[in-house]
């Protein structure tokens, strides 16, 4: 197998394979598989292209990492939103958890 990269210099690599069950979230499966099938690539041979970057970098291949907040990044935005409303005057001030609790209540229904 030649395997070209981007200072355009070939690798002869003899292809010795082994099987690797990896876990995808499956509309990511999908939409790579469309990707990479776009480029004449097979999902396989994208993933061992990925490999062998990261091989020849030393690194993660790529420039960078998007991740979906975690749940603990968006309760620290949401509770810095309340410190800011807390700040400004605009927060809601309950005197107790059940006049709270009553308004969420009748926010479900529709009725506030």
Partial sequence: MKLWYN??????MKMSNT??????????KEQA?????S???????AINLFLRQSIIQGKLPINEVIAEPSYTDI??????????????GTAKIYSNPYEMFEEWRHEDDGRV
Avoid: C, H, W
Avoid at 39 to 45: A, F, R, V
Avoid at 75 to 88: M, P, V
């Fill in 19 to 28: 099987t690797y069950n990896v876990r995808i979230d499956k509309q990511v």
């Fill in 39 to 45: 480029m004449g690539l097979s999902l396989s041979t």
């Fill in 33 to 37: 598989d469309i990707l990479y099938k």
């Fill in 75 to 88: 309760l620290l935005s949401e509770a810095a939103e309340i410190d800011e409303a807390i700040e400004n």
């Fill in 7 to 12: 200072s355009g210099e070939v690798i002869n």
